[in-house]
């Protein structure tokens, strides 16, 4: 079942908080993500000297840079190792993901000096600035080049809570944690030791726990993004106190949109708003490979968002713990209270329907479908109905296995036991349209990467329109046999379940 840092630890939830850390899940990541720049942004002194210390260490980079290195000693000083430990992240199943690897390197060392020079425009230095260069940027690697850099600071926030609530817990020692700190005149990472709290993985082998602070996290990207740089064009440009460079970089994307309007005028074709907003971003990107000062405006510009940055991430991560651990305690409780009947003689495929109707059952018949609205706004991804799967799978010796991957991408579960009686199962939203059109092909893939050959699909709806879509495309492709069986819908509307007392 779900278990939370407290649970397992025999402490209140409210003392956690009232640390003002955030009381993890040590069943699976939480989709929460450190944003550097509300370390910068922080009045706190000690969030200060943090941010200096990773410019420092950025600093040593670029000195290492003005050499040739080799790729062992690229992969020594410029890799980010994930650390799993503090069970933030995407992982569905345990706290696994994927780190910054050699390819994230190769582009820091050789744009480290676009990282540190802010051309006197932002107020300071941005370490998570490499990652408007990096194609694959996103907040799990930004969080996790982080951590890396904070990590000493992380487990003495950890240590002098275990130290004051954890005492007397046996789960709880001094543990040796690699690679907490750098030594600048060895121009090596140290290790250090730390009184943790620690768990036994599922292969039996102790993991330390490592808690983090709620006031430099949350759930959306990070607020210097490469999204953002670009949504925000507008407003870099008129920030732009240089009147020529400005003038310089509105006329190379009005030109460009101007020659693309022409040529449809000329062909008859109609001029495209979403064309024209890829004209414009392209060139602006082109623009600011050539003049890097574009993105020192734009980073000065969210220096300037303290507060709105501020607010905007507390919103953030109270909804995700919201979702993650209020409500889940509640649907804990009603999966507890209405059991379930562990049948060892079912097949993969029985057992997969079985407990999709059960997880059905607690949401339609329960009032659990009102744990899929957080502020009275829907859950919107399919990845978060399928943690909350997780919890109706108990008591049995099938294996469920997230985000497996066989090579032919991920499929949502796969419930095992052994190669030869084995299940897939896919959750739809039933809004994304062009999922469900793929779904079963797409299970297919999965099924055939597993060998296996059978196959569940589970369809979330939350209002009429979508209810009337997903009928359609059930009769459309003929799939009206395979209702209750391969397909199960699930009904998590709000606005048609009146309680019993209200029924005439």
């Known amino acids: ?68 290195l080799n790729d062992s000693e690229i992969k020594t000083w410029f890799t980010f190792k994930e650390v799993c430990n503090n069970w933030l992240g995407y992982s569905l199943e345990g706290n696994k993901g994927s780190a910054l690897n050699m390819e994230f390197a190769k582009i820091l060392y050789k744009n480290i ?19 408007l260069l990096y194609d694959k940027s996103g907040k799990d690697k930004i969080s996790d080049m982080t951590v890396n850099l904070i990590k000493e600071y992380l487990c003495t926030y950890t240590e002098k809570f275990a130290r004051k609530y954890l005492k007397e817990s046996k789960n709880c020692k001094i543990i040796r944690v690699d690679k907490v700190g750098f030594n600048y005149l060895t121009e090596s990472f140290y290790s250090k030791d730390y009184y943790l709290p620690y768990i036994h993985d599922k292969n039996g082998k102790e993991e330390f726990i490592i808690l983090t ?23 870099v440009l008129n920030s732009i106190d240089n009147d020529i460079l400005r003038s310089q970089v509105d006329n190379y994307i009005q030109k460009a949109i101007a020659e693309y309007e022409n ?4 062909s008859g074709r109609k001029i495209k708003s979403g064309t024209e907003k890829k004209i414009k971003e392209d060139k ?34 109270n909804e995700q713990l919201n979702k993650f651990v209020e409500n889940v305690n509640i649907f804990c409780d009603v999966v507890k209270e209405n059991g379930y009947k562990v049948d060892k003689k079912l097949t993969a495929k029985d057992e997969t329907r079985e407990r999709v109707k059960f997880f059905k059952h607690v949401i339609e018949d329960c009032d659990l479908y009102k744990n ?25 010796d099938f294996k469920d296995s ?47 990467a597993n060998r296996c050959t059978e196959k ?14 997903v009928q359609k495309w059930i009769n459309d492709n003929n799939l009206v046999n395979l209702i209750d069986k391969d397909i199960i819908l699930i009904d998590c509307r709000n606005d048609n379940k009146p309680s019993g007392s209200k029924i005439n």
């Not at 050539?290 to 000065?300: R, T, V, W």
Request: with cysteine; proline share 2%.
């Open 402 to 448: 997230y985000e497996a991957n066989s090579g032919r991408g991920e499929a949502d579960v796969v419930i095992s036991k052994g190669q030869n009686n084995q299940c897939i199962a896919e959750f739809k939203l039933a809004k994304n349209r062009n999922g469900l059109t793929k779904v079963f092909k797409q299970a297919d893939i999965y099924c055939k």
């Open 263 to 266: 040529e449809m005028n000329k």
């Open 284 to 317: 602006y990107l082109e623009m600011a490979k050539e003049n890097p000062i574009l993105y020192d405006y734009y980073i000065k510009i969210k220096e300037d968002e303290k507060s709105e940055i501020q607010k905007e991430c507390s919103n953030e991560v």
């Open 456 to 469: 569940i699909i589970v369809i979330f709806y939350f209002d009429e329109k979508e209810y009337n879509n």
């Open 372 to 396: 899929m609205y957080v502020n009275g706004k829907r859950i919107s991804t399919e990845d978060d109905l399928n943690r909350m799967f997780r919890l109706v799978w108990m008591g049995t």
């Open 1 to 68: 079942m779900y278990k939370l840092f407290s649970e397992k630890f025999n402490i209140s939830h409210e003392v956690v908080e009232k640390y003002g850390a955030v009381d993890i899940s040590l069943v699976c990541d939480i989709p929460l993500f450190i944003d550097p720049l509300l370390i910068f942004n922080s009045n706190k002194l000690e969030y200060k000297k943090l941010h200096q210390n990773i410019i420092k260490y950025f600093h040593f980079l670029a000195i290492k840079a003005q050499n040739k």
């Open 113 to 131: 000096s676009f990282v540190l020079n802010n051309n006197n425009i932002s107020k300071g230095q941005h370490a998570e600035k490499i990652m």
């Open 213 to 235: 602070p709620k006031d430099i996290l949350r759930e959306d990207e990070p607020s210097i993004n490469k999204k953002d740089f670009l949504d925000k064009i507008d407003k």
